[in-house]
């Protein structure tokens, strides 16, 4: 690349910071944005990362002491001008909000600035998280204890601890090999710095089945979503013979990591970076916000075109690797699509189309009616509460969703977007003792949509 090229981008960074500073919905977030390199997984096969870009890695890893999580009402406009004021005065960001509360980050050096804005105000706020780094250190157990559950059965992957994508692929792998009658693994493509986007096939090889796309991972600081839908599989495939008729009669498609250069930076680097590695070289504003780089309705509400927000939507439709594979795969495959399931956390949600705006599509109340049923059975079981309703309505308008996509485009019926747990009392520093609970609600909602399939004439 030219130096003039070097500069020219140095400074659309700049600029784009500028702007991003007066814009109060896609205001600057800075959750890890010093933490601007790629990242190097050294457990990782030596074809995952080009050579050229791996030669130049350098991690910074970033630290959150005294950093807070603060939950604000979110009900008038004097509040919501304060939570602008926070972000673009004092760098803070918005992990979760919806109609009525607003869950805001800030860092340790800010707090009391904004505490004295709110003050001012008169706005009273709850703490949710008192250290966030404290949570990040607690979050998965010791590495001891990680290492005496390692090394059995052909695979590193257990579900009491948060995994790498190394671990994740090997125990992919592992599945093809011991099941080869159902499981099949398949590359689909590369991310931005050259990671395999692995996909996992469970079928029962009948030419007439209907098919269901999972994928978790999207966002890089979502390690629950990931981890659920490797337990999601792990039910599926060994317990293959002893599912019901009609989930054995769906071809499952499972991608547990199409974000993997943001997973494994948030590993390595940053553990609250969102968004994927894009441009991490040159600049302070890398990556793109994958759940808004989607097709449909591309570049609307709740996106922005500022490359340093974290919604960022990218410069074009399906400008990123990751979200372009995803189509061309299910666009040009056989499958005969019926049910579409991405997995995000966190607030306990059961969202489905229309994301874009507040809108519904015609047969809304069937999607409500799978979602309803699943949350009741969530609950009868001992699992959490989940609300149940249009993405757009429930929480806020978002353009460029996956499941916007898989319905505005792909006519998918059955597609949602879940929220995993909490609902904010750990925000994305979910601990790894929450896993196997998450994942047996997140099966409840899956054997819900496959017996909804099942109906469909």
Known sequence: MKIVDLFALGLVAVITVLLDRVDPVCALSTVGRNADALVVDPAAPSEAIPEDVSKQEQIVPVKYDGAQLWRIDYDDQKKKNAVADLQNKYDASMWNYNITYVDVFVKGPKLSD?????????IPFEVIIDD??????????PKEAVDLWENRDGHHMTWTAYHRLADIHEWMDYL???????????????????????????????????????????????WISPATVTYIVNNLAEGWDDQPEYIRNIDWYVLPVQNPDGYEYTHQG?????????GSLYGPCAGVDLNRNYGYKWGGQGSSKQPCSEIYAGSGPFSEPETKAVSNFMQNSAANWKGF??????????????????????????????GDEAAKKMLETGGASYTVGPSG????????GADDWARGELKIKY????????????GFVLPASQIQPTGDEAFIFVDSVARAISKLK
Do not use: M
Request: charged letters at 25%; aromatic letters at 10%.
């Open 114 to 122: 904004a505490r004295k804005l709110l003050a001012k105000a008169r």
């Open 132 to 141: 966030v780094q404290k949570a990040i250190d607690n979050e998965n157990p």
């Open 176 to 222: 093809a090999k011991s099941y080869p009658d159902v499981c099949s693994t398949q590359i689909i493509g590369k991310s931005f710095q050259g990671r395999n986007l692995k996909v996992l096939r469970i079928s029962n090889g009948n030419p007439s089945n209907s098919a269901v796309w999972i994928d978790g991972g999207i966002h890089a600081r979502e």
């Open 270 to 278: 940053d553990r609250l970076w969102r968004k994927n590695r894009r």
């Open 341 to 370: 399931l991405t997995f995000h956390s966190y607030g306990q949600y059961i969202l489905y189309p229309w994301g874009y705006d507040r809108l519904v599509p015609p047969d809304h109340q069937d999607l409500k009616a799978v």
């Open 393 to 400: 309505n429930t929480l806020y308008p978002a353009a460029g």
């Open 415 to 426: 597609s949602y977007t879940v929220e995993l747990r909490d609902s904010g009392r750990n």
